[in-house]
């Protein structure tokens, strides 16, 4: 039986509302506007980083709301500890998303722990994973859901392109779980051919809510085109 949070996005869209550490969209006010705006835009779910961020976003919104604590950009550094996770439920969090690789956590503790604390609090959990060893190690630790997050960026898998859609079919075919596929999904044809291949929700960032990326995108090409004229 699925638990209701998780079953409102279902084969819908998830956006992830994040600003990163120096950047002018960093604060809690702004990510709130912007999960706003998705939501308005049809989004099932929001997907959000940082305490003071989930704060500001959960009385805002009335979807199913995704949280983590990052520490850092390198190792186990999606919500590492149980204490991280924890405080993503008290700011609001339904789902907690937490490093779902089977590397070694910096509170000592195994990936169980954090899921039996959030299952005690009342959340679930989204193990981000970085391939199929990750997924199955999450599974057994009890998550409920896992995402295909960290394709790509624990050194298991190939950077793709786009999202890999080859982990997420593999994922899709041999877990009981939802797979939510995420990372890399550059435009709505990626996003459906996430879904095609099984996913039970497609979580999208940087595409839809990151202006500098999306803005490169636009300039570098104009710059390609440029230097061929
Ligand atoms: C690897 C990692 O740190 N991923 C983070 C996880 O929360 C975010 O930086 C990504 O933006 C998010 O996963 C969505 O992915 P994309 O922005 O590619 O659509």
Known sequence: MIDSRLASIEGRL??????????????????????????AGGAAGVRAQGLEDLEAIRPLVDVCLIGLVKRGADGVFITPTVEDALDCVAAGADIVAV????????DGQPLSATVAAVHAAGGLV???CGSLD???YSVAAGADCVGTTLAGYTGER?????PDLDLLTELVAQLAVPVLAEG??????????????????????????HPTRIT????????TTDQTV
């Open 14 to 39: 998830v956006v992830s509302c994040q600003a990163y550490p120096g950047e002018p969209m960093r604060s809690p006010a702004i990510m709130a506007a912007v999960a706003q705006s998705v939501v």
């Open 99 to 106: 490093d779902g690789t089977r590397r070694d956590r910096p």
């Open 126 to 128: 989204m193990a981000d």
């Open 134 to 136: 990750d997924a199955l």
């Open 158 to 162: 190939p950077v793709t392109l786009g």
């Open 184 to 209: 890399r999904i550059r435009n709505p044809a990626e996003a459906q051919s996430c879904l095609i291949a099984g996913a039970y929700a497609v979580v999208v960032g940087t595409a839809i809510t």
């Open 216 to 223: 490169q995108t636009f300039t570098q090409q104009l710059t």
